[in-house]
């Protein structure tokens, strides 16, 4: 498609969103899940918005009010979802993107000399803007509400506009509907305006908090000082008053969760700084973001963040809010309370034992671990699966993927995620075997019913004659095993890496994109398996690329609380002797960083004859905990497999 102008290429891509959104299997005739990642929408409150002839995603739950730019950028993870439910991207590069998917041929582009001249007319008016409001500030007792005082205000240049509207906007020629805002200034020319009335209609929510110019921290300066402690806080009101509460403390408002590069390369800047001039640079900072699901894993985000700076953050949001939502919320609920909890946390910083017991307290009446839906083992594992890694290992073709795969089908039939990247079987025969299984569960005492995944992949099921279907009864029951795993499969997400094998790093990716849309439910991650691994970097002997590998995954267990299961062969010169830690390959680093490390073996005086096997007769098999850190080791559990069937039976007796 031939389009020179930008302005007609750019209208064109806005009216590809409803095509866009059934690529993603939205049905947009109704309302749909809101795809806001930090927005947990239990009832469908998301729907195509059609009005005035400008084509948007709009949620009334979360605000967001999006067109295609912004729903391409967030669902391809190329752009931040700010507090207000905007979002944050690189517009040229989405733009270039959008226009290639949609096979629109774009003309060079070159910045004009009018658009510079936009940015910098903008960039005027925001002066004027900061500066003239400030003389109106008492003009407005919505400051008085949120608990700030005038003091504080006019300390940090606050103002107020009883008609403000946004300045780029109006240049463009676009009609606004003035609204009274206060004005938070983020610098000398740019600022956050709040919409200061008391009820804002439901179609001018998204808009209630809007920046000028580009973003940037509240008080960022605070960080160049390190005599105070630093509280680091979602909003600019949350920074406000904390320091309307404390002149003890700094508070750096990042002006959403998602703004988290703007904070690090401010660090990174006040550290070379520093450094240059020999200046020791240690501040406390004390990490507060929103007391919800989505500030929990940005306040481990930004925690994360400062030490790879080598810096040290203290997550305090209970401690500082309670039951609050944000510190601005608490301030407003019980000033002294507020300033109290303040001084708590900088008489006892890193939190350790108040954050113990509430994890604790919190926990009382939780299920901490996840069955594996193997009785046996469960109760060995102290009730199932926690947030640790787990290692397997057997010899060749005993049964590992689908001792694995068992468990991988148990835990999603409770519903709960499961990630399983196979990078030797293809994801077509994993799903047979689970179907494989469930016609061996339901087959009652009828040997004929029960289907190999094999027979399932040849379609025999299906076979007809001249006189019709064969196996009627066979054909109604595999097709019934096919409606059982419908039920629950989505839940069991099969990554097929042999083709494009991922590494660790890979996984890692996949997975924390999950957890940042899904916190508080963390998956159960299978990897088979280990040895197989693209190495994370090039020119690694195997022992470095096992080690760097079980490193990287070992830090979903702690950062994201998944429970990983590796699988990890045997050294081929132990396949005759009985498991123990020397039987995995690269045995050294498997058992430093496995929390629980265990091996199948067959049951002494049962390794089966494999020329005279019985699809009805099981083999038996042995678990062994080699090692079991919170737990007790050295034990073991039985299992008859039908190998056949892909099923493992737990002997309760064994």
Not at 175 to 190: E, F, Q
Request: glycine share 6%; aromatic share 10%.
């Amino acid at each position: 498609m031939a389009k020179t102008n930008f302005n007609e290429i750019k209208n064109e891509l806005k009216s590809r969103l409803p095509d866009y959104l059934s690529e993603l299997g939205i049905d947009t005739r109704k309302n749909f899940n809101c795809i806001n990642p930090y927005h947990d929408d239990k009832d469908p409150s998301m729907g195509l918005d059609r009005k005035n002839g400008s084509l948007h995603v709009h949620c009334f739950g979360c605000g967001a009010h999006w067109d295609i730019f912004d729903v391409y950028a967030v669902e391809t993870k190329q752009g931040t979802v700010n507090g207000d439910a905007t979002v944050t991207y690189d517009y040229k590069k989405i733009f270039s993107d959008l226009a290639i998917k949609c096979g629109i041929r774009l003309p060079e582009y070159k910045p004009s000399s009018q658009e510079d001249q936009l940015d910098q007319k903008v960039s005027e008016i925001a002066q004027y803007t900061i500066r003239v409001a400030q003389a109106h500030l008492d003009e407005t007792d919505y400051l008085k509400k949120r608990g700030i005082s005038m003091e504080l205000a006019k300390k940090f240049h606050l103002g107020y506009v009883s008609t403000w509207d946004n300045p780029k906007a109006v240049l463009q020629g676009k009609k606004i509907t003035p609204t009274p805002r206060v004005i938070i200034p983020t610098s000398g020319n740019t600022y956050l305006a709040r919409d200061a009335r008391l009820e804002i209609p439901d179609n001018e929510e998204p808009y209630k908090k809007q920046k000028v110019g580009k973003s940037h921290l509240f008080n960022g300066k605070a960080l160049l000082q390190d005599e105070k402690p630093i509280f680091l806080v979602e909003g600019e009101f949350d920074a406000l008053s904390i320091m309307e509460a404390s002149d003890k403390v700094e508070a750096v408002g990042l002006g959403s969760t998602q703004d988290q590069r703007i904070l690090k390369d401010a660090l990174k800047k006040v550290i070379r700084f520093k450094t240059s001039k020999k200046i020791p640079y240690n501040p406390l900072i004390l990490i507060a973001m929103d007391n919800d699901s989505a500030g929990d894993m940005a306040n481990h985000q930004i925690a994360r963040m400062l030490s790879s700076i080598n810096l040290t953050g203290h997550i305090v949001t209970n401690a500082l809010v309670d039951s609050c939502k944000d510190a601005n919320d608490a301030l407003v609920a019980d000033k002294q309370r507020l300033t109290a909890n303040i001084d708590k946390i900088l008489k006892e910083p890193d939190q350790y034992l108040s954050n113990l017991l509430k994890r604790i307290r919190d926990n009382l009446n939780k299920q901490l671990y996840i069955p594996t839906g193997f009785s046996n083992l469960d109760k060995v594992l102290d009730g199932g699966l926690y947030p640790q890694l787990y290692v397997i290992g057997a010899v060749s073709s005993l049964g590992k993927t689908t001792f694995t795969l068992q468990i991988a089908d148990n835990v999603a039939r409770k519903n709960h995620p499961v990630f399983f990247f196979s990078l030797e079987t293809s994801k077509d025969t994993l799903t047979e075997k689970n179907i494989s299984r469930i016609t061996f569960d339901t087959a009652g005492d009828n040997d004929e019913l029960p289907q190999t995944a094999r027979s399932i992949d040849n379609g025999f099921f299906l076979e007809i004659d001249e006189k019709g279907f064969k196996h009627p009864q066979i054909m109604k029951h595999v097709t019934r095993a096919f409606s059982m795993y419908k039920e629950y499969y989505q839940y069991l997400m099969i990554n097929n890496g042999i083709t494009n094998r991922p590494s660790a790093q890979d996984i890692y990716n996949q997975v924390q994109a999950y957890c940042i849309q899904h916190p508080s439910t963390p998956p159960v991650v299978i990897v088979d398996y280990l040895q197989i691994l693209k190495p994370l970097k090039d020119n690694l002997t195997d022992k470095e690329a096992v080690t760097s590998s079980i490193a990287k995954l070992n830090e979903l267990t702690e950062k994201f609380h998944a429970p990983v299961i590796l699988i990890s062969s045997f050294n081929r010169q132990n396949y005759e002797t009985e498991v123990s830690m020397q039987s995995f390959k690269e045995s050294g680093e498997i058992e430093y960083y496995s929390d629980v490390l265990m091996g199948l073996q067959y049951q002494e005086g049962h390794k089966p004859d494999f020329e005279d096997n019985d699809p009805m007769t099981p083999r038996k098999i042995e678990a062994v905990i080699l090692k079991n850190r919170n737990g007790v080791s050295r034990g073991k559990v039985g299992f008859d497999f039908y190998s056949a069937f892909n099923e493992f039976i737990p002997e309760v007796n064994y």
